[in-house]
């Protein structure tokens, strides 16, 4: 499974920004997808939202009700739209394919200023 991911860049705080990701290879529309966000320097990854296959979502509590997270099954491609950015969201967001073992895409930067 190869996972590209799109999206990001710089914007003010308040401001929106959209990320997708595409899986191919050997997918399935089953399996759930997610974005993960890994702060400036640092290792470890915080899951930011998922996604099943029936289009169900899920979110932590830092962006609940300002991102939203959809799939479209037919491209194995998941959206994560971001509004009202904050400074502390500021990061790599890296996708994730959820299967029998974990698959990574390359990461995209958000930089929200203040």
């Known amino acids: 499974v190869q996972l590209q991911a799109s999206g990001g860049g710089l914007v003010r705080a308040g401001g929106s920004l959209s990320l997708s990701c595409t899986a191919t290879?050997?997918?399935?529309?089953?399996?759930?997808m997610a974005w993960y966000w890994q702060p400036p320097e640092k290792q470890q990854r915080a899951l930011v939202a998922v996604i099943s296959s029936d289009g169900r979502a899920a979110y932590s509590s830092s962006v609940r009700g300002r991102f939203t997270l959809s799939r479209d099954n037919a491209t194995n491609t998941i959206y994560l739209q971001m509004n009202n950015l904050k400074p502390e969201d500021t990061g790599v967001y890296l996708c994730?394919?959820?299967?029998?073992?974990?698959?990574w895409g390359q990461g995209t930067l958000v930089t929200v200023s203040s």
């Open positions: 290879g050997s997918v399935s529309s089953r399996s759930a």
């Open positions: 994730n394919y959820v299967s029998a073992r974990a698959y």
